[in-house]
């Protein structure tokens, strides 16, 4: 079985539990790729180490790896999404961070975890990426995100106002501080926080949600993942903020955007007792008013 393992850095107490996964995978022979980052910061055994495969950008992952194990947050996870692009290389995220969504494993189920990748025993989630057309060139080779796309104003700038269209036809004009449109998995990110309505992963749609509007009839719509969606923004200020996911660019007023749903997907593994329903009512404390 091949493994990689990204994690953007741990605090140096955490030392111990990933010197305890990789000992987990090598007791069953694991062929492991390591985000070099993570070689350079930890001081791990010498006979680890000289097992271990260092890679530092997508390009060095192969597709015939089985799983990429993300260790830290959510964050951590959209980083991830990044690594694997288009390889359909499931991503695991154990949670060593805050709320965890996408990183839903504790890291005190990491033998559990082993377990099940070896014994092929967790299930795949196919997720739905947004993918971001524009005239210039932004993001790379990664103009894609696995939770929202978002235009927002910079700083103290005045709102803007967000002209938006679905398939061409007009929508709505946003008068706000910014706009989100958000995947099903996006959903209990920033569009939770902006009170916009969280839905099923495999929902197929996507949530346009304003930020701060300044009309209080504007509320969040959830359509279908088959509209493009575009957008035409008018501001005082020069510039505002163009984002995917935590990746941000600047943009003048001239560009043109427009998002629609990415022609591949994330597969997101999870042990078969960590569904969304359960997670949900972990994350949120759901059912657990004295009152039930």
Not at 196 to 209: D, K, L, Y
Not at 264 to 281: G, I, K, M, Q
């Amino acid at each position: 079985m091949k493994v990689a393992i990204y994690s953007r850095g741990l605090d140096f107490e955490q030392e111990n539990p990933i010197q305890l996964l990789l000992e987990e995978l090598m007791r069953y022979d694991t062929t492991i790729f390591i985000f070099s980052t993570l070689l350079e910061q930890y001081h791990f055994d010498p006979h680890i180490c000289q097992k271990l495969i260092p890679f530092s950008v997508s390009e060095q992952l192969t597709e015939d790896i089985d799983i990429l194990i993300s260790l830290g947050g959510d964050g951590t996870m959209l980083d991830a999404v990044t690594l694997v692009n288009n390889k359909n290389i499931p991503l695991l995220g154990i949670n060593f961070g805050r709320l965890g969504f996408l990183a839903s494993i504790s890291r005190d189920e990491l033998s559990i975890a082993v377990d099940a990748l070896i014994n092929r025993t967790f299930h795949i989630e196919k997720r739905t990426l947004i993918h971001l057309d524009s005239n210039e060139q932004l993001f790379g080779d990664t103009p894609f995100a696995l939770n929202e796309f978002a235009i927002h104003k910079r700083d103290i700038s005045p709102m803007v106002k967000i002209h938006t269209y679905l398939n061409g036809e007009f929508l709505n004009t946003y008068w706000a501080d910014g706009l989100i449109v958000s995947t099903p998995t996006g959903s209990t990110g920033y569009n939770m926080s902006c009170n916009g309505p969280i839905v099923f992963p495999e929902s197929n749609s996507f949530v346009i949600t304003p930020v701060a509007p300044h009309n209080l009839n504007v509320r969040s719509i959830v359509v279908p993942d088959s509209n493009v969606i575009s957008f035409e923004v008018e501001s005082r200020a020069d510039q505002f903020i163009c984002a995917l996911d935590a990746r941000r660019e600047i943009v003048t007023k001239s560009i043109q955007l427009a998002v629609r749903k990415e022609k591949f997907y994330v597969n997101l593994a999870r042990l078969n007792e960590n569904n969304f329903l359960s997670t949900l009512r972990t994350k949120l404390t759901w059912g657990l008013d004295k009152r039930n």
